[in-house]
Structure formats: structure tokens, C-alpha cells
């Protein structure tokens, strides 16, 4: 479905009737409606939102991320969101302890021409995620100063003065295919295909594939394998 370029007033998200801690997401303006902070804090944490059809948001103008609440998990059931555009990635500037699944991201754009992180799944991983058969494609993350990354820009702790906490971030069977990532400036060195730059975190990587490019100031790569 495509988006209208409408922001609902109202909540356009329905209940799975066999689960009431899942939503399912079967509108453009389901995502629209998920693009208010307070919308998406409203259904509370550790909520499931489940994708039912094919969207396409047709790189209008105006778009926001989705702010899903901490601990949220994002099921794209082997279904595709398509021509995102915006300055943050699809779930927003930071996202908390995030999982996301069998997700397509096709003819997405992040960018920014500030000092900022940038990535196509978030700008910020904030706590340890798992990212599983997530395919990103026909894609470009730009930055003018910080770190890019092909999935996340950058991953830190929930608090950053907590240095007890570990984190777990796992990428499984995740492809970045015919996807530029691309960082300029003194970060310029921070790019990298599933993310840009992480804080003492464990990273874990199962059958992931590139299929891309990234550029730097200092890295020129092509069919990397990170």
C-alpha cells in the first residue's frame, strides 16, 4: 500500500485477536500514526508490531520514523517497506533494546549533512538488539560527520555511565545488497555495513552477506564481507 502523505489523528493499528501484545501494521498511515513519540509510547513497552502488507512510501516529503516504545520487536513477515526518506533511519534517531525480523528495507535514503549517526534501521541502537533475515536493498546512508552504517550508525549503552552494562547485539542472516554507505569528515573512518560504531558492545554475526559498497575518507570497499 502506498502512504497518502497523511499523519492520523486517531490510532490506525489493530490488535491481533490472538494476541493483545501485538499490533498489526496493514496501512502506510499505520506507520504515519507510529511516527509520534507519544503515539507509539501510549501501547507501552515490549509490544510486537507485525507488518500484513507490502508498503511503499513513495519518498514523499515529511516523513517520520517510527518511535517504537523500549523493548519493541518488529516483525516484517517476509514483507517489504519501500522508499523511506528521511535524515533519521526507519525506527528513529535512537532505538531501545530493538528486535527486528524477516523485514525487506528496499529504496531507503538516510542522510544528513550534520554532525550526526545514521542508518537505515536506526540512527542509534541504544542496549542490545537482535536483527534476524533482515534484508536491506537498493539503499544509501549518508552522513557528513559521524558514524554510518548500512543497518546501525551507531550502538551505545542504554546509560552511558553505567560501564557494568554488556550488550548483545546479533545479526542473523541479515544482507545488505546494492547499498552505498557513505561518512565524510573526522568520523569518516566510522562506516561499516551492519554499523557504524559501537561501545564495547559484542557483536555476533550468522550467515550475514554484503553485497555493497562503502565510502570514507579512509575506506573504499566493494563486496565486503564485515
Not at 111 to 120: K, Q, V
Not at 131 to 160: C, E, L, P
Request: include cysteine; hydrophobic fraction near 35%.
Amino acid at each position: 500500500k502506498h502512504w497518502n502523505g497523511q499523519f492520523p489523528s486517531i490510532c490506525t493499528l489493530t490488535r491481533d485477536e490472538n494476541d493483545q501484545d501485538c499490533y498489526l501494521i496493514d496501512d502506510a498511515e499505520d506507520i504515519a500514526w507510529l511516527g509520534d513519540a507519544e503515539n507509539a509510547a501510549s501501547l507501552g513497552e515490549g509490544k510486537t508490531f507485525r507488518l500484513t502488507v507490502n508498503i511503499d512510501m513513495d519518498h514523499k516529503p515529511g516523513q517520520k520514523s517510527m518511535k517504537l516504545p523500549a523493548g519493541s520487536t518488529f516483525d516484517g513477515n517476509n514483507l517489504t517497506i519501500k522508499g523511506i526518506k528521511m535524515m533519521v533511519g526507519l525506527f528513529g534517531d535512537i532505538a531501545t533494546e530493538l528486535t527486528v525480523k524477516n523485514l525487506t528495507i528496499d529504496g531507503a535514503v538516510v542522510f544528513s549533512n550534520t554532525d550526526a549517526h545514521r542508518g537505515i534501521i536506526a540512527n542509534t541502537l541504544r542496549g542490545s538488539g537482535t536483527f534476524t533475515d533482515v534484508i536491506i536493498s537498493n539503499s544509501s546512508v549518508f552522513t557528513a560527520k559521524g558514524a554510518a552504517g548500512g543497518m546501525i550508525g551507531y550502538i551505545s549503552r542504554v546509560s552511558k555511565s553505567d560501564r557494568s552494562e554488556m550488550l548483545d547485539v546479533v545479526f542473523d542472516n541479515c544482507h545488505i545488497i546494492n547499498t552505498s554507505i557513505e561518512a565524510e569528515g573526522r568520523e569518516g573512518h566510522f562506516v561499516g555495513m551492519f554499523r557504524g560504531y559501537d561501545y564495547s558492545e559484542k557483536r555476533y554475526e550468522r550467515d550475514a552477506e554484503v553485497l555493497s559498497e562503502v565510502e570514507s575518507a579512509d575506506y573504499n570497499w566493494d563486496a565486503v564481507h564485515d
